[in-house]
């Protein structure tokens, strides 16, 4: 289902927590993972992935008029609170992730990370609170 060789990934990403949990695809862009990879590394700390690929009939992405970045496989959620959240943010502007939602509140605390290009509506570089 992927064209990523994730061996390349172990032991800090495995396949599994990438695939969409709504049909199980996982359609992962290399060169972000290769980003993502090199983030984790300057890191230091494991980055548990809470939503990785999201096909467009999952239900998070069918509720919206234009699909997210999530669809496009380059993009993901990494579930970190606190400080190490703005540690994670500060290291991501600077291995040049283009988009970066915060959710520190509730219960879902994560960091959404993505390298997308700009797109209708979507101006990049760009950070957004959810």
């Known amino acids: 289902m992927s064209a990523v060789n994730w061996d390349k990934y172990k032991p ?3 396949e599994a927590e990438f695939r969409c949990k709504h ?3 996982c359609l992962m862009n290399e060169t ?5 990879l090199a983030l984790r590394l300057a890191y230091g700390k494991p980055m548990p992935i809470s939503s990785g690929y ?5 239900p998070i992405e069918a509720k919206k008029v234009t699909t997210g970045t999530h669809t496009t496989g ?3 959620d990494v579930a970190v609170t606190g400080k190490d959240a703005y540690r994670l943010v500060e290291l991501a502007y600077q291995y040049g992730f283009t988009g970066i939602g915060i959710n520190q509140k509730g219960s879902s605390r994560f960091v959404h990370l993505d390298d ?3 797109a209708a509506g979507r101006p990049r570089p760009t950070m957004w609170s959810y």
């Open 32 to 36: 972000f993972m290769d980003r993502l």
């Open 54 to 58: 999201r096909d467009k009939t999952h």
């Open 74 to 76: 380059r993009a993901c």
């Open 23 to 25: 049909t199980g695809k």
């Open 12 to 14: 800090y990403f495995t």
């Open 116 to 118: 997308c290009g700009p």
